[in-house]
């Protein structure tokens, strides 16, 4: 009781302060600048997608159904409303190739195509032109035609990721998957040498282990990982850890919260171990799908308007959820950090400010060298609450915002916690931490 009322005090004594401190920093920290305009041309360093800064950037978003059978959410209105309201930074554009798709009718498939292309460059998003094939072997020659189209018309711009195969069955990536990959990434780079592309792995793009073990000798391409939450578990985040500890990156370009054929039940659990892993590894993921489908990894409930502007209520359970995790994510800054590429003259953690706070803090440091940054919050017991940083940066200053009440996967009660900085430099490392105080 004492505890809960000495939190009590201090919260009354620093709202007024909070309340002014945000409401001055607000026009410093907003930023109105569109996805594409912050983050530019995506490129791959290591095992992590980076931005034109060089910084790592994680993209959250949603896929799109098979364009050939719930083609109707193809339009702009629909991106549009997925950018403003679930604060999408990406959508996957799934093109039907076989079962009626693009080799029945490819000017009707491109079609739909081109019109998520546009609305995406219009509205500052990137977008992810999937070649969404089970058996993309067998029509090389239409998969590089559509490629060279697309490249040729829209190349100039960032916006854009070539998804090459969908998902490879239970075939060789050694004799199948990988020929096929080379002849595509090559006919895409004779025309766009710049953009990224996701290159599918067997097993329904789940064997990346499998591809990293022979990779690509081509640039900027990263590795397709696909998973069902409630059927893809542990083992397949080994697959994972696999490629990253290998030096390649990864783009999670679908999955779903339930079964593998996309019903039974949601795995909430499983869910949140899934996000919670991409979140660490800076993995950027869309989800599957947008569709108003009676299946339980659809979005939307039937019926949902075509051009967006649904209420809680036409949103499935599975729809909410992500929307949330999206939300959240792209707006809540989680890896998401500010840097100033002017070189300080030590290591050094800068305390948070405001100290104490309410629900957000601003965490800053400098390094001097390149270096391999570790940056954690624990709580007074010594138990790990978040990592908001672990990867390679080059020196500068850098800042980003820890928000105790939406961070995914985290309970975190009111008191002192304490911020610790590890960088490894040339073969040294150095430390430093501060205290500070959540009122909640």
């Avoid at 939307?300 to 209520?313: C, F, R, V, Y």
Wanted: overall charge negative; hydrophobic content about 40%.
């Amino acid at each position: 009781m004492q505890s809960q009322e000495h939190c009590r005090i201090l919260k009354l004594i620093f709202t007024a302060f909070l309340a002014f401190y945000f409401l001055m920093s607000f026009t410093v920290l907003a930023d109105d600048s569109t996805a594409v305009e912050k983050h530019g041309l995506l490129t791959v360093t290591g095992n992590r997608i980076v931005d034109q800064h060089g910084n790592p950037v994680v993209l959250r978003g949603m896929s799109l159904f098979w364009s050939q059978w719930i083609g109707k959410y193809y339009n702009y209105d629909c991106v549009k409303w997925l950018r403003d309201d679930w604060h999408c930074t990406v959508i996957r554009a799934a093109m039907a190739v076989e079962s009626g798709g693009y080799l029945s009718n490819p000017e009707v498939e491109k079609t739909k195509i081109k019109t998520v292309i546009d609305a995406c460059i219009d509205l500052g998003i990137y977008v992810i032109l999937d070649w969404h094939d089970h058996n993309a072997q067998n029509h090389q020659d239409q998969a590089i035609a559509f490629f060279e189209e697309i490249a040729d018309e829209y190349g100039e711009y960032p916006n854009l990721i070539y998804e090459i195969f969908n998902e490879p069955l239970q075939v060789s990536w050694a004799s199948v998957v990988k020929p096929y990959a080379n002849a595509v990434v090559d006919a895409i780079r004779a025309i766009d040498g710049d953009n990224l592309i996701v290159v599918g792995t067997p097993t329904w793009s789940q064997d990346v282990d499998v591809a990293t073990a022979s990779p690509l000798v081509q640039t900027n391409i990263a590795y397709a990982l696909h998973f069902y939450a409630r059927t893809h578990k542990s083992s397949f985040r080994n697959k994972a850890m696999t490629a990253l500890n290998r030096g390649y990156a990864l783009f999670v370009s679908e999955f779903g919260t339930c079964e593998s054929n996309g019903s039974g039940e949601m795995d909430v659990v499983e869910v949140e171990t899934w996000m919670n892993f991409m979140e660490y590894h800076q993995i950027s993921w869309c989800n599957w799908s947008i569709a108003d489908k009676e299946e339980t990894s659809a979005a939307l409930k039937p019926g949902a308007s075509e051009t967006g502007g649904w209420s809680a209520d036409q949103i499935s359970e599975s729809g909410l959820l992500i929307r949330n995790y999206i939300i959240n994510g792209n707006t809540g800054q989680i890896n998401d950090i500010a840097v100033d590429r002017q070189t300080p003259a030590e290591f050094r953690l800068a305390q948070n400010y405001p100290n104490p706070f309410n629900l957000s803090t601003r965490l800053g440091f400098s390094m001097s060298e390149d270096a391999e940054v570790l940056l954690q919050i624990y709580d007074l017991s010594g138990q790990l609450v978040r990592t908001l940083q672990h990867n390679y940066l080059p020196a500068g200053h850098y800042a980003c915002i820890w928000n105790a009440d939406t961070d995914v996967g985290t309970q975190v009660a009111c008191g002192i916690y304490l911020i610790r900085l590890e960088a490894w430099s040339n073969c040294r490392c150095v430390t430093d931490s501060k205290k500070m105080v959540l009122l909640k």
